[in-house]
């Protein structure tokens, strides 16, 4: 019996198709090639954990206490100076700084957690990562696509996204174009949240964070910076991850946190440790990528297609000039597996997301196939 009691709002309605659920015809052809597929469509790590964070992990696994929400001083000690040495931040101290269980889990839960409103506006890029519109939906915001601030007009969103380098176009934005979006969101009052997980993976321009004095001036009011491990140091499974930035929301985000019991695991925090105080194991992996890159990108451009940006990251932001659908069919038929470009927004339809992490032998079968 339900009585008078209204209905219960089921929230997965007001979220979109997840998009990988729609690759399986794609995914099962690529699978039927005789030498198997290669499979280019997630930016999933294949790589060695360092042992030097594998040991930490180890040594710290006899802890039984429950960690806490804000983390180590260590870890956040670590991190605040590895963005320091690794991308010009400066300003950030331990105060700045609070683990996450996984950034896809902190940026589709920030909007809520940062009390923004129904049917507020949170600006997503127009090829974006899908998590950005579903943080906005999650809160019961108004997502609204938009890469200029320009074309936003005399709107107060509540949140600003912003991705450089890019998931999925490895788009970088200049230091101009930065200054300019945070000059415009803090006349406004908009949270500027910097999603930087590919800072690491800059290729053919110089890729820089919102923490760094010649965007902000040294002033991180209103800024949220996202850092993961999964990329640079192969973490992905270790769900390892931080907020960085304005520290009167560093605090908000760590009040709620704690009531949810959003802790990092005490051993995770002792791996997350290791890696960002050790630069050696990060030069080694994008010395592999390099490679990939390299051979990848000679293959698609010889096998017709046109990449665009890509500048950074882990993907050749590619086109046929024809629908992506049509693209990733074409690939799948040669045991490719490659990300249809509308996953991540309608400008994204005439592109395909192809990833370089694969291991070598894979990379180079995928080169031997679009010959």
Known sequence: MTGDRPARRRVSAALPDFPWDTLAEAKATA??????????????????????????LAQASEFPGYPTTIGTTALRDA???????????VGVDESSILPVIGTKEAIAGVVATLGV???????????????????????GATPVRADSTVALGPARPAVLFLNSPS??????LGIDHLRKVIEWARERGTVVISDECYLGLSWDAEAVSVLDPRVSDGDHTGLLAVHSLSKISNLASY??????GDRELIAELL??????????????????????????????????YAKRRT?????????????????AGLYLWATRGEPCRETVGWLAQRGILAAPGDFYGPAGV????????ATDERIATAVQRLA
Request: negative net charge.
């Open 239 to 244: 769900r390892a991850g931080f907020f960085a």
């Open 350 to 357: 005439d592109h395909v997301r192809i990833a370089l992490t």
């Open 31 to 56: 699978n039927s090639h005789p030498d198997g597929i290669v499979d280019l469509s997630v930016g999933t790590p294949v790589d060695p954990v360092d042992p030097v964070i594998r040991e930490a």
């Open 79 to 89: 991190a605040a100076a590895a963005l320091g040495r690794r991308y010009g931040a």
């Open 117 to 139: 409103g129904v049917g507020e506006m949170v600006v997503i890029p127009e090829v974006a990562y899908p998590t950005y519109e579903v943080s906005a939906l999650l809160a």
């Open 295 to 311: 051979e990848l990108a000679a293959a698609v451009r010889a096998a017709g297609f046109t990449i665009d940006h890509s500048e």
């Open 255 to 288: 009040a709620v946190r704690k009531h949810a019991g959003l802790m990092v695991p005490y051993p995770i925090q002792a791996a997350m440790t290791a890696a960002l105080t050790d630069d050696a194991h990060v030069e080694v992996q994008r010395a592999r």
């Open 167 to 172: 998931n999925p176009t490895g788009k970088i």
